[in-house]
Structure formats: structure tokens, C-alpha cells
């Protein structure tokens, strides 16, 4: 929500310093994004005199101007002077009050106002249109001022353009401050200021009634619980006034002509989108009457909006039509080509309508299709609104557009509203809060939101204003109570609890624990959106058995966000491909979050929590003495391997992966992880097909953690060894083993094997040659320790432990000694 300052000053007082209402925002819930000074693209650009008009000595068509700016009126050297300046402009004469470009201007376009030379003259400036200042879309020459117009006075101030504009981020919670008049009760009650608001009125009703001109009729009121319409006569397009154009352009629109700026003005002050009918497009039906009906749209029916865009409309749209047949608009979202207000306009149809939030909001975002009015419905207008913002239009029309008000306003009321009323408690209001608040200071505030309050007794009776749906119970009184009192003044206190104390909880502490490891190993933390496209897992080609059903959302807030994610996969994939867009090339991330499993059985979808990574590009940063190193599939068993070492996860295997039931990896280059048999999760490089449906041309290692498997598996203590101090012996054997033999296996049975003298073992080679070993064979090469924990070992100790590791292996694996 923009938000003039100067707009603003007009409906109630401001601090001086506009820095002052942001800080009062921020405290009270508003978040400020911006704060903006307008005219400052105008700067070095005045209002002039024409001192004299002479013809350029070298041209038929140019003027040779001395132009009188006031106090500015120097020369090069700095000696008080007119400005000289050519001119090919043909309306103006000598006297005239005009705007001037001065030396150091940057005009809209990208035009800098420099000393030149035209035809063999100097030049000091320019003398300006208002469509070159970038104020009318159009103009006929320079811009004449009125002749009492001062001389040297800064554009911007004469305009009024400069102005404060602040750029408030409203919460769906808060409809009443997508509104002027909204923001100016919320400053009302933080700063404790009256609100005025001075609204034009008409001033002569003529012609007939506007009943005897239109009907409305509402054929299903949830859709539509109110319809209010006024007709206007004779209107004359044409500019705006210059104050209504600055306001307009001020909440952020484009000002097109005075009726359009007219119902835009009004939806930015009352916060009531209004939309105008050319009258005379509307079919007179046999009872001389305008026939409007208001009704759900059929399946597969068509429109053509003002974007000039043919939509395909489905039933749970609602449409504006004429007699119930050609829709005219569609409701609360865009009005329709075909009815669109012209120059060649003469008598508008205006519509102040409440449409229901949730119809609204889906049509939006079911055809894409996001405007000003459709926000403020899809977040609820006040529904005793329509009359009063129809009356301000009509006002207008009739002073901006030399209008003819017909008399009444046609008022179709399908679900009278009533007012909500709820109980509040002084006393809960400061046990909830933990703050002296007072009755008085209570009454204040909630009276200077618009509440009615009744204090005779206790508890407190408030009625709720009807532009605050968000009130309905007693917990958003007492927020709305503490906001404005300041939740910074509330003491900081222990809680009251006896016997206990702060701390995280085991599981809190071990989950802290898996995010410094994983940031330790190099990966930085994301988190992406819990809502997913229901194609993710289709276009990761991840089968979705064990995953549940799909968590729909009822609302999305877009179109490919509409069900609860059941992978973490898909979200980290497309931050790898964001990355890569913007030229990132090394990608490494984890998240710790939940995925939502839906059952038919039962009423809450499992919420279970994972640990998930990708990598991408190289592990390091190119160096004079490493070259760096394209992560694979070990990089990421490494970080796994490392996570669980710290978890202390004991019995650790990592199985191949079946590749019918795992995919979205690449087989031959994923796995299982298991804890005993459990079954941890999984890890592997993303096949090609699911990465190029995700738009990315580079290989991703992933992982995938069950994090409750992660933390029932993790060990607290485990029992103390002592630092060895005794020497070791290290032996080398490479050993002849059939093809099938995998490392898992191999080093389990030499582990067994070992017996209490192995302390350690390694694999460091595996090599294969079909001419030097035989085809289907390889040699596998370990590094074993031998150590006694009490003696240091003899020679014959050791042979005779080596010897009987060597024939268990033989006996085992059918290996063999390569010499």
C-alpha cells in the first residue's frame, strides 16, 4: 500500500518528520518497505518568465528567449543575467509564465540538460512541456501557468509533487488499511489524534430515478451479498484535475482520464474498487430498463477483459451480465472489453459492489489475473461500504466531469450485515498481556479504531467496526490493545513454574548438532516452501508409494503451489537451478523440514521431519596448488557418514539401491542407508531426466534423512576406550575376490575375522585387469593394525592372528592371496 504523506496530513496530524509514523508502523505491526520522495526527478526544473521572444537569426522556426527565473538568474561567470534559450516551441509569447529546464535537469527518457549550441546560438536550458517533464501523456507545445504563477520557484513545490510516499506491506489480516481512510484511523489511534474526513457531496440531483434506468438482481448472494449501482449523465471525459491526477498517481496507478482516475481515487480512499459501465452498451430491455444480473458463470464460457485478453471462465466465477445473458465483467476482478468507458462515453453505469473473499481470490489465481480490486476483495471490503463510496464517485463525476447525479442509488441487499459484538475483560486483558494497561487507555485505543464501547459493565460489551473483519473474538481485542500500548513496554519476566528450568530438549540439541555438522561440512542452509506443485514428484519421476496422499490446498496463493510437499527434493532443485541462472556454478545446501503425508483413514496428515542435501559443481574454490574437484557420490557419503559419526549412529550400511523403486537416481550411483535395519534414508546422483525436468544441465548429488530414525538411532555415550600407547603393527593384504564381493562385505568379514588383536582396518585399492588377475575377478587391497591393549605384541602373536584372518576369508569369501 502506498501511502501520501501529503494525502494523508489531510485526514489527520502527522509528525514533521515522516521517519517518525514509519518507526510508529514498525512498532505497531506495519511493516515499511520503502519511503519515497517524489519530485526529486524534477530537480533543476522551475517555473520562468518569458522575458523577450525574438526570431533565432539563424532559423525560420526557432525563437530566441530570455527567460527571467528569480533568484537563479545567473550566467556562466555568475553575474545576474536572464537565462538565454533557444525554443522551437510556437505558443507562448513574451510575458508568459512557463517551466524551464535548467543546466544539470535529467528529464524523464534519459535526457540531461546541458549547455549547446543550436544553429550558431547558446542555449541554457530548455523550456518544457509538461508530456517532457513526464506529466501528461500528450501536450500542445510548452506548458502556459497561470499569470500569478511565482518566477523561480522549484516545479515540484508549485505542483505539489513533492510528496512523501510511504510503501507499507499490509497483511492479509488488515483490509482496512488497503485504504487512506483506513491508514488514517490506524495513525488516529496510535498517536491519539482526531480523523476527518472531508468528503465531496452532490449537490443537485437531476433526471430521473436511477431505478427507473437500471434493475439488479443477484442470483445466488454468497456470491455477491451486496449490489449498489448509481447512473450518471452527460458525462465529458477528458483530463483529470491536476490534484485528483497527483493523488491518483501518488497510491501508484497511471492516471488515464477523469472517470477511470475517479473510481481509482475512491478505491484508494475508502478502499471500495468501483467500476464504471458505459449505460449506453447495456442492452434496454422491454420494460425501458436497464436489466444488470449478477450471477456464477457458466463452464467454458467466454470474456474478453479490458487487458484485451479472451478468458475461458468456469462456474465458480461470478460475472456481471446484462439480463443474465453477455457478461459485462468479471466480478470483482476486471471489467469486460465490450461495456469498457470510451471517450465517445456520454452516460456511465457505476457499480459499488461486495463480492464474496474466497470466489474472488480463486478466480484471481485461477486465471492469473491479479488487480487492485481483487486484492481488496479477496481480503474483504467493508459491507456497509457500497453506498457511501457510490455517493464520493458520483460527487466527483458530477465536479470533474460536468455529470448530471440521476436520482437515488439502486441498492440490492441480499445478506443484510451484522455488526459483531464481542465481551472483553479489563482484567484478562492484563493477565494475557503482563502490562498496567488501564481501562482508560483501553477504552482509547479500541474507540480510536472504531470499536463502540460500552463500559457500564463488566465485561466490557465492544462492537466491532464493519471495515475490521479480522475482530472476532476477545484474543483480537487484546492485540489490538497491546499493538497500540507497545509490546515493547511489557517487563521481560521468568515464568512462574516452580522446580524447573530452561534448556533444549535432548532431541533439540541433536537436531542443532545435525545443522553444524552439515554447515562444518561445507553446505549452507536453506529453507523453501512446504507448498509444492502437484506435478513435483512426476516431474522428479519419484513413485509415491510411502508417501501418501497429496495435502490439497483449498486456497493456493498460486497455481503451482497448490498441495503440501511429500519430498524435499523438488524445492532444493529448484534453488539449484535459481543458483545456476544467476551464475552461481557451486551449489551446496541442506534443509531441515517437514514433508505432509495425507491418509484416507485419518483426519491430520503425518507431518514427519527430514534431513536433505544437494550438492552441485566443485567442492572448492580453484587454487595455485589444488585443482578442485566436481562433487560425486562419495562427497555426499562422506557428509553423510560424517552426520552420523557425530550422531554416534552405530551398524551403519550403505546398499545399492534398487533402480525401479529409487528412479529419480541414477543406478550404480545411489544407496540405501540403514542403521541395523532401519532404514535411515537415501542418498545418490539425481538422474538426468528428473534434473532437465527442473531445468538443470550440471550433475546434483542428494541426500534424504528420516530425521526421527536419525535421532532414535543416535547414541548419547559410548563406552570409553582408552588412547593406545602401545605400538602397532600394520600389515598390507591384497586378496583375489569374484566381482560380486562388494567393500561392505568384504570389510565386515575381515572385521569379524579379526578377532580382539584388529584394532584397525582400511580399504585404499581395488584393481581390476581381465589379462593380469582373470575377467570376473579383482583384487581388493587392506590396511589392518594389530594391537594388544596390555603387551606389545610379538612376532608370532601376529602371524598366527593374520593366518587365521587369512583362512576365514578364504573360507568366506573364496578369496585369494594375489602375490
Known amino acids: 500500500m502506498r501511502i501520501s504523506y501529503e494525502w494523508l496530513k489531510s485526514m489527520v496530524e502527522l509528525p514533521e518528520n515522516p521517519d517518525d509514523l514509519c518507526r510508529e508502523f514498525v512498532r505497531t505491526g506495519t511493516e515499511v518497505e520503502t519511503v519515497e520522495k517524489t519530485g526529486a526527478n524534477l530537480d533543476h526544473v522551475v517555473t520562468g518568465r518569458v522575458v523577450s521572444k525574438t526570431a533565432h537569426p539563424n532559423s525560420d522556426h526557432m525563437w530566441l528567449t530570455q527567460i527571467n527565473v528569480g533568484n537563479l538568474n545567473v550566467d556562466e561567470h555568475g553575474l545576474p543575467a536572464p537565462l538565454q534559450i533557444v525554443c522551437g516551441a510556437q505558443n507562448f509569447n513574451e510575458g508568459d509564465h512557463i517551466i524551464v529546464a535548467m543546466i544539470g535537469a535529467e528529464l524523464p527518457g534519459g535526457i540531461k540538460i546541458k549547455k549547446s549550441k543550436l544553429r550558431g546560438v547558446d542555449s541554457y536550458g530548455m523550456n518544457c512541456s509538461l508530456r517532457e517533464l513526464g506529466l501528461a501523456a500528450e501536450s500542445n507545445g510548452i506548458a502556459i501557468l497561470p499569470a500569478d504563477a511565482p518566477v523561480g520557484m522549484p516545479i515540484a513545490q508549485y505542483l505539489g509533487l513533492s510528496d512523501v510516499i510511504i510503501d507499507a506491506e499490509i497483511t492479509p489480516n488488515r483490509p482496512d488499511c488497503l485504504s487512506m481512510r483506513g491508514i488514517a484511523v490506524e495513525v488516529g489511534a496510535i498517536y491519539n489524534k482526531d480523523v476527518h474526513f472531508d468528503n465531496p457531496t452532490i449537490t443537485d440531483e437531476k433526471g430521473p430515478q436511477a431505478s427507473d434506468l437500471v434493475s439488479v438482481e443477484v442470483v445466488d448472494s454468497k456470491l455477491c451479498p451486496r449490489y449498489a449501482a448509481r447512473v450518471v449523465r452527460n458525462v465529458k471525459i477528458g483530463p483529470s484535475p491536476e490534484w485528483l491526477a497527483r493523488r491518483v498517481m501518488a497510491a501508484g496507478a497511471r492516471t488515464i482520464n477523469n472517470v477511470v ?31 444488470i444480473v449478477v450471477r456464477a458463470a457458466h463452464e467454458g464460457e467466454k470474456l474478453t477483459t479490458l487487458d484485451e485478453q479472451e478468458r475461458t471462465l468456469t462456474s465458480d466465477m461470478a460475472v456481471i451480465t446484462d439480463n443474465g445473458q453477455t457478461p459485462l465483467a468479471l466480478a470483482g476482478v476486471m471489467g469486460g472489453l465490450d461495456s469498457e468507458v470510451t471517450s465517445n462515453t456520454v452516460d456511465v453505469l457505476l457499480e459499488s459492489a461486495v ?29 456497509t461500504g457500497c453506498v457511501d463510496a457510490a455517493n464520493i464517485a458520483a460527487a466527483l463525476f458530477e465536479q470533474c466531469c460536468d455529470a448530471e447525479v440521476c436520482s437515488g442509488v439502486v441498492d440490492c441487499v441480499c445478506e443484510p450485515f451484522e455488526p459483531v459484538s464481542i465481551s472483553l475483560r479489563p482484567d484478562r486483558v492484563r493477565a494475557l498481556c503482563g502490562a498496567p494497561i488501564t481501562n482508560a487507555k483501553m477504552e482509547t485505543f479500541l474507540t480510536r479504531l472504531g470499536c463502540k464501547v460500552d463500559t457500564n ?11 475490521r473483519p479480522d475482530l472476532t473474538r476477545e484474543a483480537d481485542l487484546v492485540e489490538e490493545v497491546l499493538r497500540l500500548w507497545g509490546m515493547d513496554r511489557v517487563e521481560p519476566t521468568l515464568p512462574a513454574a516452580r522446580n524447573h528450568h530452561g534448556g533444549l530438549t535432548t532431541d533439540q540439541v541433536r537436531v542443532r548438532q545435525i545443522g553444524a555438522t552439515l554447515r562444518a561440512c561445507g553446505l549452507n542452509e536453506t529453507s523453501t516452501y512446504c507448498f509444492a506443485d502437484h506435478r513435483d514428484l512426476e516431474l522428479l519421476n519419484m513413485p509415491k508409494e510411502d508417501r501418501g496422499l497429496p495435502v490439497v490446498l483449498l486456497n493456493p496463493l498460486v497455481a503451482d503451489q497448490s498441495e503440501m510437499r511429500r519430498s524435499m527434493l523438488p524445492g532444493l532443485l529448484r534453488s539449484v537451478a535459481y543458483n545456476l541462472d544467476h551464475g552461481v556454478a557451486n551449489v551446496a545446501l541442506y534443509e531441515i523440514g517437514r514433508c505432509f503425508f495425507g491418509s484416507a483413514d485419518a483426519s491430520q496428515p503425518a507431518e514427519p521431519s527430514f534431513v536433505a542435501g544437494v550438492l552441485c559443481g566443485e567442492n572448492s574454490l580453484p587454487s595455485w596448488n589444488v ?5 560425486d557420490f562419495f562427497d555426499a557419503k562422506g557428509i553423510v557418514e560424517q552426520l552420523l559419526k557425530s550422531l554416534r549412529i552405530q551398524k551403519v550400511r550403505f546398499v545399492p539401491a534398487d533402480s525401479q523403486r529409487y528412479s529419480w537416481l541414477q543406478p ?52 570409553y576406550q582408552e588412547v593406545p600407547t602401545l605400538p602397532g603393527v600394520t600389515m598390507d593384504i591384497a586378496l583375489l575376490v569374484n566381482e560380486d564381493v562388494t567393500a561392505e562385505t568384504l570389510m565386515q568379514r575381515v572385521t569379524s575375522a579379526g578377532g580382539k588383536l584388529l584394532a584397525e582396518a582400511r580399504l585404499f585399492d581395488i584393481y581390476r585387469d581381465p589379462l593380469l588377475i582373470a575377467a570376473g575377478k579383482k583384487s581388493m587391497t587392506v590396511s589392518l593394525v594389530y594391537r594388544a591393549v596390555d603387551h606389545t605384541l610379538s612376532s608370532s602373536e601376529v602371524e598366527a592372528a593374520h593366518s587365521k584372518l587369512i583362512e576365514k576369508l578364504k573360507r568366506g569369501l573364496g578369496a585369494e592371496l594375489r602375490g
Do not use: C
Not at 473510481?263 to 425501458?288: C, E, I, R, S, W
Not at 585443482?627 to 562433487?631: C, D, F, L, S, T
Not at 542403521?675 to 538422474?687: M, Q, R, S, Y
Open 261 to 291: 482516475d475517479i473510481t481509482n481515487y475512491v478505491m484508494y480512499l475508502t478502499g471500495q474498487p468501483l467500476h464504471a459501465f458505459d449505460l449506453d452498451k447495456v442492452t434496454v430491455q422491454a420494460d425501458g430498463k436497464r436489466h
Open 355 to 383: 463480492f464474496n473473499a474466497g470466489h474472488i481470490s480463486r478466480t484471481s489465481r485461477n486465471l492469473d489475473l491479479m488487480s487492485e480490486a481483487s486484492i481488496r476483495y479477496e481480503r474483504k471490503v467493508d459491507p
Open 457 to 467: 459493565s463488566e465485561p466490557w460489551n465492544i462492537i466491532v467496526p464493519s471495515n
Open 627 to 631: 585443482k578442485p574437484k566436481i562433487y
Open 668 to 719: 550404480g550411483r545411489s544407496a540405501q542407508i540403514f542403521a541395523g535395519k532401519d532404514l535411515l534414508g537415501w542418498i545418490g546422483n539425481v538422474h538426468p531426466t528428473s534434473l532437465a525436468h527442473f531445468g538443470i544441465d550440471a550433475d546434483v548429488v542428494a541426500f534424504e534423512l528420516a530425521q526421527d530414525v536419525l535421532l532414535s538411532q543416535a547414541v548419547r555415550e559410548l563406552p
